[in-house]
Protein backbone atom coordinates (compact mmCIF):
# COMPACT_ATOMS: atom_id res chain seq x y z
CA UNK A 1 0.00 0.00 0.00
CA UNK A 2 1.68 3.62 -1.00
CA UNK A 3 1.26 5.88 1.46
CA UNK A 4 2.09 9.59 2.13
CA UNK A 5 2.72 11.98 4.99
CA UNK A 6 1.92 15.15 5.82
CA UNK A 7 4.63 17.34 6.98
CA UNK A 8 5.00 20.85 8.23
CA UNK A 9 5.72 23.12 10.94
CA UNK A 10 3.55 22.84 14.25
CA UNK A 11 0.54 25.04 13.80
CA UNK A 12 0.22 25.47 9.90
CA UNK A 13 -3.32 23.25 9.41
CA UNK A 14 -1.41 19.89 8.68
CA UNK A 15 -4.55 17.78 11.01
CA UNK A 16 -7.28 19.97 9.30
CA UNK A 17 -6.00 18.91 5.87
CA UNK A 18 -5.71 15.22 7.55
CA UNK A 19 -9.29 15.63 8.03
CA UNK A 20 -10.62 17.12 5.09
CA UNK A 21 -8.25 14.76 2.56
CA UNK A 22 -10.13 10.93 4.83
CA UNK A 23 -13.35 13.51 5.25
CA UNK A 24 -13.79 12.32 8.71
CA UNK A 25 -13.72 14.99 11.50
CA UNK A 26 -13.21 12.40 14.29
CA UNK A 27 -9.64 11.32 13.81
CA UNK A 28 -6.56 13.27 13.77
CA UNK A 29 -6.42 16.75 16.75
CA UNK A 30 -6.76 19.64 15.20
CA UNK A 31 -5.52 21.89 17.99
CA UNK A 32 -4.23 25.51 18.34
CA UNK A 33 -1.03 24.79 20.33
CA UNK A 34 2.16 23.32 19.00
CA UNK A 35 2.83 19.48 19.33
CA UNK A 36 -0.98 18.60 19.49
CA UNK A 37 -0.09 15.56 17.02
CA UNK A 38 3.00 13.47 18.88
CA UNK A 39 2.17 10.11 16.95
CA UNK A 40 1.50 9.95 13.40
CA UNK A 41 -2.04 8.83 12.99
CA UNK A 42 -2.94 7.38 10.01
CA UNK A 43 -5.97 6.60 7.66
CA UNK A 44 -7.16 5.25 4.34
CA UNK A 45 -8.19 7.57 1.22
CA UNK A 46 -10.37 5.73 -1.34
CA UNK A 47 -9.46 7.58 -4.50
CA UNK A 48 -12.31 9.13 -6.58
CA UNK A 49 -12.49 8.54 -10.42
CA UNK A 50 -14.93 9.30 -12.94
CA UNK A 51 -13.16 6.09 -15.26
CA UNK A 52 -13.93 3.32 -12.63
CA UNK A 53 -17.55 5.02 -12.39
CA UNK A 54 -17.86 4.96 -15.90
CA UNK A 55 -16.45 1.21 -16.26
CA UNK A 56 -18.81 0.11 -13.46
CA UNK A 57 -21.92 1.29 -15.50
CA UNK A 58 -20.60 0.18 -18.30
CA UNK A 59 -19.54 -3.30 -17.35
CA UNK A 60 -22.90 -3.45 -15.20
CA UNK A 61 -20.67 -4.25 -12.46
CA UNK A 62 -22.33 -4.87 -9.31
CA UNK A 63 -19.86 -3.08 -7.26
CA UNK A 64 -16.50 -0.68 -7.60
CA UNK A 65 -13.77 -0.93 -5.76
CA UNK A 66 -11.92 2.68 -5.93
CA UNK A 67 -7.85 2.77 -5.45
CA UNK A 68 -6.12 4.05 -2.08
CA UNK A 69 -3.52 5.77 -0.60
CA UNK A 70 -2.54 5.65 2.57
CA UNK A 71 -2.16 8.70 4.32
CA UNK A 72 0.26 9.99 8.02
CA UNK A 73 -0.60 12.66 9.59
CA UNK A 74 2.83 13.48 11.04
CA UNK A 75 3.64 15.76 13.80
CA UNK A 76 4.75 19.16 13.37
CA UNK A 77 8.66 19.36 12.45
CA UNK A 78 10.55 21.95 14.14
CA UNK A 79 14.09 24.23 13.41
CA UNK A 80 16.58 21.27 14.68
CA UNK A 81 14.39 18.46 14.53
CA UNK A 82 17.38 16.41 12.98
CA UNK A 83 19.66 17.29 16.60
CA UNK A 84 16.73 15.59 18.44
CA UNK A 85 15.04 18.75 19.42
CA UNK A 86 11.31 18.84 19.90
CA UNK A 87 10.86 14.77 19.24
CA UNK A 88 12.65 15.85 15.98
CA UNK A 89 14.06 12.62 15.39
CA UNK A 90 10.44 9.97 15.79
CA UNK A 91 9.24 12.97 13.25
CA UNK A 92 11.94 12.13 10.57
CA UNK A 93 11.81 8.24 11.39
CA UNK A 94 8.10 8.76 10.39
CA UNK A 95 8.83 10.73 7.53
CA UNK A 96 11.20 8.19 6.17
CA UNK A 97 8.47 5.55 6.09
CA UNK A 98 6.04 7.31 3.16
CA UNK A 99 6.87 6.98 -0.42
CA UNK A 100 5.65 10.75 -0.82
CA UNK A 101 5.42 13.74 1.09
CA UNK A 102 2.64 16.44 1.46
CA UNK A 103 4.51 19.63 2.43
CA UNK A 104 2.02 22.12 4.18
CA UNK A 105 2.38 25.96 4.82
CA UNK A 106 0.97 28.33 6.43
CA UNK A 107 -0.16 31.24 4.38
CA UNK A 108 -3.12 32.73 6.43
CA UNK A 109 -3.02 35.33 8.89
CA UNK A 110 -4.74 34.63 11.85
CA UNK A 111 -3.99 36.15 15.33
CA UNK A 112 -5.65 33.86 17.40
CA UNK A 113 -3.69 30.82 15.58
CA UNK A 114 0.08 30.84 17.00
CA UNK A 115 2.79 30.54 15.00
CA UNK A 116 5.82 28.72 16.60
CA UNK A 117 8.45 30.95 14.60
CA UNK A 118 8.17 34.52 16.12
CA UNK A 119 4.69 34.39 15.56
CA UNK A 120 5.16 35.54 11.84
CA UNK A 121 3.56 34.14 9.30
CA UNK A 122 6.65 33.79 6.54
CA UNK A 123 6.07 30.13 4.71
CA UNK A 124 9.65 30.61 2.90
CA UNK A 125 11.18 30.62 5.95
CA UNK A 126 9.47 27.61 7.47
CA UNK A 127 9.75 25.81 4.35
CA UNK A 128 13.21 26.22 4.59
CA UNK A 129 13.56 25.16 7.84
CA UNK A 130 11.86 21.82 6.94
CA UNK A 131 13.66 21.15 3.84
CA UNK A 132 16.79 22.06 5.85
CA UNK A 133 15.53 19.56 8.58
CA UNK A 134 15.79 17.05 6.23
CA UNK A 135 18.35 17.57 4.15
CA UNK A 136 20.58 16.97 7.16
CA UNK A 137 19.23 14.20 8.28
CA UNK A 138 19.94 12.57 4.81
CA UNK A 139 23.79 14.14 5.18
CA UNK A 140 23.74 12.32 8.40
CA UNK A 141 22.69 8.86 6.73
CA UNK A 142 25.56 9.87 4.28
CA UNK A 143 28.16 10.56 6.23
CA UNK A 144 27.84 7.44 8.24
CA UNK A 145 27.84 5.43 5.23
CA UNK A 146 30.87 7.21 3.97
CA UNK A 147 32.41 6.18 7.16
CA UNK A 148 31.56 2.96 6.52
CA UNK A 149 32.93 2.51 3.13
CA UNK A 150 35.88 3.94 3.95
CA UNK A 151 36.83 1.33 6.41
CA UNK A 152 35.83 -1.13 4.02
CA UNK A 153 37.86 0.32 1.44
CA UNK A 154 41.11 0.02 3.59
CA UNK A 155 40.57 -3.83 4.74
CA UNK A 156 42.24 -6.53 2.45
CA UNK A 157 40.30 -8.43 0.24
CA UNK A 158 39.12 -11.72 2.05
CA UNK A 159 37.89 -13.96 -0.02
CA UNK A 160 34.31 -12.47 -1.83
CA UNK A 161 33.23 -11.12 1.32
CA UNK A 162 33.58 -7.58 -0.38
CA UNK A 163 33.16 -6.39 -3.51
CA UNK A 164 35.36 -3.61 -4.51
CA UNK A 165 33.64 -2.82 -7.29
CA UNK A 166 30.37 -2.18 -5.38
CA UNK A 167 31.53 -0.57 -2.59
CA UNK A 168 33.39 2.18 -4.89
CA UNK A 169 30.29 2.53 -6.63
CA UNK A 170 27.97 2.96 -3.73
CA UNK A 171 30.90 5.50 -2.61
CA UNK A 172 30.77 7.79 -5.71
CA UNK A 173 27.14 8.16 -5.32
CA UNK A 174 27.50 8.95 -1.67
CA UNK A 175 30.00 11.68 -2.49
CA UNK A 176 27.65 12.84 -5.60
CA UNK A 177 24.38 12.91 -2.87
CA UNK A 178 26.66 14.59 -0.21
CA UNK A 179 27.66 17.51 -2.56
CA UNK A 180 24.11 18.01 -3.79
CA UNK A 181 23.06 18.51 -0.77
CA UNK A 182 25.45 20.75 0.04
CA UNK A 183 24.30 23.24 -2.09
CA UNK A 184 20.70 22.86 -0.31
CA UNK A 185 18.93 20.65 -3.15
CA UNK A 186 17.20 17.77 -2.18
CA UNK A 187 18.02 14.44 -3.81
CA UNK A 188 14.48 14.69 -6.32
CA UNK A 189 15.29 17.53 -7.86
CA UNK A 190 18.22 15.60 -9.82
CA UNK A 191 16.89 13.37 -12.98
CA UNK A 192 18.70 10.24 -11.75
CA UNK A 193 18.76 8.11 -15.00
CA UNK A 194 21.61 5.44 -14.14
CA UNK A 195 19.48 2.41 -12.87
CA UNK A 196 22.67 1.11 -10.54
CA UNK A 197 22.60 4.84 -8.84
CA UNK A 198 18.71 4.72 -8.68
CA UNK A 199 19.21 1.36 -6.40
CA UNK A 200 21.36 2.48 -4.62
CA UNK A 201 19.90 5.63 -3.76
CA UNK A 202 15.99 3.85 -3.06
CA UNK A 203 18.14 1.27 -0.68
CA UNK A 204 18.27 4.08 1.74
CA UNK A 205 14.95 6.00 1.79
CA UNK A 206 16.49 9.37 1.77
CA UNK A 207 14.14 12.00 2.99
CA UNK A 208 14.43 14.51 0.35
CA UNK A 209 14.92 11.67 -2.77
CA UNK A 210 9.87 11.56 -1.79
CA UNK A 211 8.34 13.29 -3.95
CA UNK A 212 6.77 15.96 -2.81
CA UNK A 213 3.74 18.46 -3.05
CA UNK A 214 3.43 21.34 -1.49
CA UNK A 215 0.20 23.05 -0.42
CA UNK A 216 -0.42 26.63 0.46
CA UNK A 217 -2.47 26.99 3.23
CA UNK A 218 -4.66 30.04 2.87
CA UNK A 219 -8.05 31.82 3.59
CA UNK A 220 -10.83 31.43 1.69
CA UNK A 221 -11.04 34.48 -0.29
CA UNK A 222 -7.12 33.78 -1.30
CA UNK A 223 -8.54 30.17 -2.42
CA UNK A 224 -11.26 31.66 -4.45
CA UNK A 225 -9.58 33.98 -6.25
CA UNK A 226 -5.90 31.69 -6.42
CA UNK A 227 -4.26 34.84 -4.90
CA UNK A 228 -2.10 35.31 -1.85
CA UNK A 229 0.84 37.94 -0.94
CA UNK A 230 3.14 35.21 -0.75
CA UNK A 231 2.34 33.25 -3.96
CA UNK A 232 4.60 34.88 -6.35
CA UNK A 233 7.44 34.75 -3.59
CA UNK A 234 6.99 30.71 -3.26
CA UNK A 235 6.74 29.72 -6.47
CA UNK A 236 9.89 31.57 -7.53
CA UNK A 237 11.85 29.73 -4.82
CA UNK A 238 10.09 26.31 -6.06
CA UNK A 239 11.37 27.22 -9.70
CA UNK A 240 15.13 27.55 -8.43
CA UNK A 241 15.01 25.10 -5.31
CA UNK A 242 12.53 22.50 -6.13
CA UNK A 243 11.54 22.97 -9.67
CA UNK A 244 10.06 19.52 -9.74
CA UNK A 245 7.41 19.87 -6.81
CA UNK A 246 4.09 21.11 -7.68
CA UNK A 247 2.56 24.04 -5.51
CA UNK A 248 -1.82 24.28 -4.95
CA UNK A 249 -3.32 26.18 -2.66
CA UNK A 250 -5.55 25.17 0.14
CA UNK A 251 -8.07 26.86 2.24
CA UNK A 252 -8.27 24.33 5.18
CA UNK A 253 -10.75 26.24 7.05
CA UNK A 254 -13.01 26.51 4.03
CA UNK A 255 -13.06 22.90 3.33
CA UNK A 256 -13.58 21.73 6.78
CA UNK A 257 -16.49 24.20 6.65
CA UNK A 258 -17.92 22.18 3.78
CA UNK A 259 -16.87 19.06 5.32
CA UNK A 260 -18.79 20.07 8.06
CA UNK A 261 -22.02 20.64 6.05
CA UNK A 262 -21.02 17.40 4.28
CA UNK A 263 -20.73 18.85 0.68
CA UNK A 264 -16.70 17.97 0.59
CA UNK A 265 -17.83 15.53 -2.05
CA UNK A 266 -17.82 18.77 -4.09
CA UNK A 267 -14.77 20.01 -3.02
CA UNK A 268 -12.31 20.03 -5.97
CA UNK A 269 -9.33 20.75 -4.08
CA UNK A 270 -8.82 17.49 -2.52
CA UNK A 271 -9.14 15.40 -6.12
CA UNK A 272 -6.53 17.94 -7.36
CA UNK A 273 -4.28 17.22 -4.15
CA UNK A 274 -4.89 13.46 -4.77
CA UNK A 275 -4.32 13.71 -8.39
CA UNK A 276 -1.03 15.78 -8.09
CA UNK A 277 0.09 13.29 -5.55
CA UNK A 278 -0.79 10.04 -7.65
CA UNK A 279 1.38 11.78 -10.44
CA UNK A 280 4.09 12.92 -8.48
CA UNK A 281 4.59 9.41 -6.82
CA UNK A 282 4.45 8.38 -10.70
CA UNK A 283 1.14 6.18 -10.43
CA UNK A 284 -1.33 4.94 -12.83
CA UNK A 285 -4.43 3.15 -12.78
CA UNK A 286 -5.47 -0.23 -14.20
CA UNK A 287 -8.84 -1.78 -14.00
CA UNK A 288 -10.40 -5.18 -13.99
CA UNK A 289 -13.80 -5.06 -14.38
CA UNK A 290 -16.38 -8.27 -14.44
CA UNK A 291 -20.28 -8.63 -13.07
CA UNK A 292 -19.05 -8.64 -9.89
CA UNK A 293 -17.26 -5.63 -9.48
CA UNK A 294 -15.17 -3.25 -10.81
CA UNK A 295 -11.83 -2.40 -9.24
CA UNK A 296 -9.34 0.39 -9.82
CA UNK A 297 -5.54 -0.67 -8.78
CA UNK A 298 -2.59 1.95 -8.39
CA UNK A 299 0.26 0.72 -10.24
CA UNK A 300 4.05 2.41 -11.40
CA UNK A 301 4.09 4.08 -14.62
CA UNK A 302 6.57 1.67 -16.73
CA UNK A 303 5.26 -1.37 -15.03
CA UNK A 304 4.37 -4.55 -17.13
CA UNK A 305 1.14 -6.16 -17.35
CA UNK A 306 2.61 -8.81 -15.55
CA UNK A 307 3.68 -6.82 -12.68
CA UNK A 308 -0.11 -5.39 -12.13
CA UNK A 309 -1.06 -9.17 -12.72
CA UNK A 310 1.52 -9.46 -9.28
CA UNK A 311 -0.90 -6.70 -7.32
CA UNK A 312 -4.32 -8.98 -8.02
CA UNK A 313 -2.66 -11.47 -6.96
CA UNK A 314 0.84 -13.11 -6.46
CA UNK A 315 0.04 -16.13 -7.95
CA UNK A 316 -1.37 -14.55 -11.40
CA UNK A 317 2.42 -12.90 -11.98
CA UNK A 318 3.94 -16.32 -11.39
CA UNK A 319 1.65 -18.17 -13.75
CA UNK A 320 1.23 -15.51 -15.79
CA UNK A 321 0.59 -16.17 -19.75
CA UNK A 322 -1.35 -13.73 -21.47
CA UNK A 323 -3.40 -10.56 -20.78
CA UNK A 324 -6.25 -9.07 -22.79
CA UNK A 325 -6.65 -5.04 -22.44
CA UNK A 326 -9.07 -2.81 -23.54
CA UNK A 327 -8.28 0.53 -23.84
CA UNK A 328 -9.98 3.91 -22.29
CA UNK A 329 -10.09 5.59 -25.66
CA UNK A 330 -11.85 2.92 -27.16
CA UNK A 331 -14.65 2.03 -24.29
CA UNK A 332 -14.79 5.90 -23.16
CA UNK A 333 -18.07 6.74 -24.83
CA UNK A 334 -19.44 3.37 -24.79
CA UNK A 335 -23.03 3.24 -22.92
CA UNK A 336 -22.73 -0.51 -22.61
CA UNK A 337 -19.50 -3.28 -23.22
CA UNK A 338 -20.09 -5.45 -25.88
CA UNK A 339 -17.12 -8.42 -26.32
CA UNK A 340 -18.15 -9.39 -29.08
CA UNK A 341 -18.36 -5.88 -30.91
CA UNK A 342 -14.86 -4.65 -29.58
CA UNK A 343 -13.59 -7.67 -30.80
CA UNK A 344 -15.00 -6.95 -33.98
CA UNK A 345 -13.79 -3.82 -34.45
CA UNK A 346 -10.46 -4.97 -33.47
CA UNK A 347 -10.11 -2.99 -30.37
CA UNK A 348 -9.27 -6.24 -28.12
CA UNK A 349 -6.08 -6.48 -27.40
CA UNK A 350 -4.05 -9.47 -26.65
CA UNK A 351 -0.31 -8.55 -24.71
CA UNK A 352 2.51 -10.42 -23.18
CA UNK A 353 3.98 -10.64 -20.23
CA UNK A 354 6.18 -7.39 -21.61
CA UNK A 355 2.89 -5.34 -22.29
CA UNK A 356 3.40 -2.02 -20.06
CA UNK A 357 0.64 -0.77 -18.73
CA UNK A 358 -1.24 2.22 -19.59
CA UNK A 359 -3.36 5.05 -17.13
CA UNK A 360 -7.24 3.90 -17.78
CA UNK A 361 -6.36 0.07 -19.37
CA UNK A 362 -8.87 -2.74 -18.58
CA UNK A 363 -6.80 -5.75 -18.56
CA UNK A 364 -7.80 -9.50 -18.20
CA UNK A 365 -5.16 -12.04 -17.14
CA UNK A 366 -4.74 -15.31 -18.73
CA UNK A 367 -2.72 -17.69 -15.80
CA UNK A 368 -2.07 -21.02 -15.29
CA UNK A 369 -2.42 -22.98 -12.58
P1 LIG B 1 -1.12 21.27 12.60
O1 LIG B 1 -0.46 21.54 13.91
O2 LIG B 1 -0.26 21.69 11.45
O3 LIG B 1 -1.67 19.90 12.46
O4 LIG B 1 -2.34 22.30 12.49
P2 LIG B 1 -3.88 22.09 12.87
O5 LIG B 1 -4.62 21.51 11.73
O6 LIG B 1 -3.97 21.44 14.18
O7 LIG B 1 -4.31 23.61 12.95
C1 LIG B 1 -3.80 24.47 13.97
C2 LIG B 1 -4.80 25.55 14.26
O8 LIG B 1 -4.93 26.39 13.09
C3 LIG B 1 -6.21 25.02 14.55
O9 LIG B 1 -6.77 25.83 15.56
C4 LIG B 1 -6.94 25.19 13.22
O10 LIG B 1 -8.31 25.37 13.40
C5 LIG B 1 -6.28 26.45 12.68
N1 LIG B 1 -6.31 26.48 11.22
C6 LIG B 1 -6.01 25.47 10.36
N2 LIG B 1 -6.18 25.87 9.08
C7 LIG B 1 -6.57 27.16 9.12
C8 LIG B 1 -6.91 28.15 8.13
O11 LIG B 1 -6.89 27.86 6.91
N3 LIG B 1 -7.24 29.39 8.58
C9 LIG B 1 -7.28 29.70 9.92
N4 LIG B 1 -7.63 30.95 10.26
N5 LIG B 1 -7.01 28.81 10.87
C10 LIG B 1 -6.66 27.55 10.50
Known sequence: NL??????????????????????????????YPFATIDAI????????????HYQTIFQSEKKIESNLMIWDIAGLTRNASSGEGLGNQFLNDIRNVD?????????????????????????????IVNDE???????????????????????????????????????????????????LKINQVEWDNPDEITIINKYHFL??????????????????????????????????SPHDKLLMISANYESSLLEQEELTNS???NE??????????LISFYTCGPKECHQWNLRRGNTVQEAAGLIHTDLQKT??????????????????????????GKQYKQGKKYLVEDGDVVIIKAGS
Open 3 to 32: SVGLVGLANVGKSTIFQILTQQTQIGNPAN
Open 42 to 53: KSIINIKSPILD
Open 100 to 128: GIMHVLRGFQDEEIIHIENNEVDPIRDLT
Open 134 to 184: LILKDLEVIENNLDRLNKLKKKPVHGHNVNKIELENEFKVFEKLQDLLYDG
Open 208 to 241: TAKPTLYLLNVNEHDYKTQTNQYLSDIQHWLTKN
Open 268 to 270: TIV
Open 273 to 282: IITSMKSALN
Open 320 to 345: FISSIVYKWVDLKNLDLFNESLIKSQ
